[in-house]
């Protein structure tokens, strides 16, 4: 799996459109900061989420697998002048995370596990890290997105700063996607640069993530395609709760 390299100093750009406030809001009003404040971001890339948890008032963990990631992410804490701590480290192999409220795993990033098993590691792991009554929130990208929607590539992207084109392949596994995405970066003196990126992502389907959930113990289990929105047509994100 890619640890995104030079992609993390343009991560920003490219997820402009995401809502962060709205999930941010959701996480929120079932975990709000005056019942549950020690919170764990996993996958936190970054830090942008991280950031408007620490700043509404948790103390915040994030936790990401790629260094450059999490150098950004380190640089906005300064900047905004939050003292989160960060680590790197897999999700599935989570270690050092303790007696958290909240857990917080944004933006499809489970949808980078390559197997079965390690997503129900990762749900192990955050199982033993939450207090009881702790809380997990996390998103997940639809069936019909990997198998509709993805599929349909390629896609481009160009600003004044950045372009790329972005080649989609359906994988082995059922469910899942090969990215290749070439950039084309915008230096300083005028001149672009490129270079690329792979990544791989597998989904499944609701009722498996429930099963996974509430077999490691995990208890009202709740699944919403609304906060960033109603969809329109058919739904390609899932954003799934549960409890402790």
């Known amino acids: 799996m890619s640890t995104y390299e030079q992609f993390a100093y343009i991560y920003d750009s490219l997820m402009s459109d995401?809502?962060?406030?709205?999930?941010?809001?959701?996480?929120?009003?079932?975990?709000?900061?005056?019942?549950?404040?020690?919170?764990?971001?996993?996958?936190?890339?970054?830090g942008v989420?991280?950031?408007?948890?620490?700043?509404?008032?948790?103390?915040?963990?994030?936790?990401?697998?790629?260094?450059?990631?999490?150098?950004?992410?380190?640089?906005?804490?300064?900047?905004?002048?939050?003292?989160?701590?960060f680590i790197c480290q897999s999700m599935a192999d989570l270690e050092g995370v303790n007696e958290v409220d909240v857990a917080v795993i944004a933006i499809d990033s489970i949808n980078y596990l390559e197997t079965l098993e390690e997503v129900e590691q990762t749900f192990k792991r955050l199982f033993e890290a939450l207090n009881p009554s702790g809380q997990l929130f996390f998103d997940v990208h639809s069936l019909y997105k990997m198998d509709v929607i993805y599929p349909s590539g390629p896609f481009t992207y160009e600003d004044e700063e950045v372009a790329y084109i972005w080649h989609?392949?359906?994988?082995e596994e059922n469910h899942s996607i090969y990215h290749d995405i070439t950039f084309f970066v915008r230096d300083e003196s005028g001149y672009y640069e490129r270079f690329e990126e792979s990544h791989?992502?597998?989904?499944?389907?609701?009722?498996?993530?429930?099963?996974?959930?509430?077999?490691?113990?995990?208890?009202s289990v709740n699944v919403r395609d609304d906060i960033f929105g109603k969809p329109i047509g058919e739904v390609d994100r899932w954003f799934i709760h549960a409890v402790k």
């Open 168 to 171: 989609t392949e359906s994988g």
């Open 18 to 46: 995401i809502p962060y406030n709205k999930y941010a809001e959701w996480v929120q009003q079932y975990a709000p900061v005056t019942r549950s404040k020690k919170l764990v971001d996993i996958g936190c890339g970054t």
């Open 200 to 219: 791989y992502q597998r989904t499944y389907s609701v009722e498996t993530f429930k099963t996974l959930l509430e077999t490691v113990g995990f208890s």
């Open 49 to 85: 989420l991280s950031n408007h948890f620490a700043k509404a008032g948790y103390e915040v963990t994030g936790v990401d697998l790629s260094d450059s990631m999490l150098t950004v992410a380190q640089n906005r804490s300064f900047e905004n002048g939050t003292n989160i701590s």
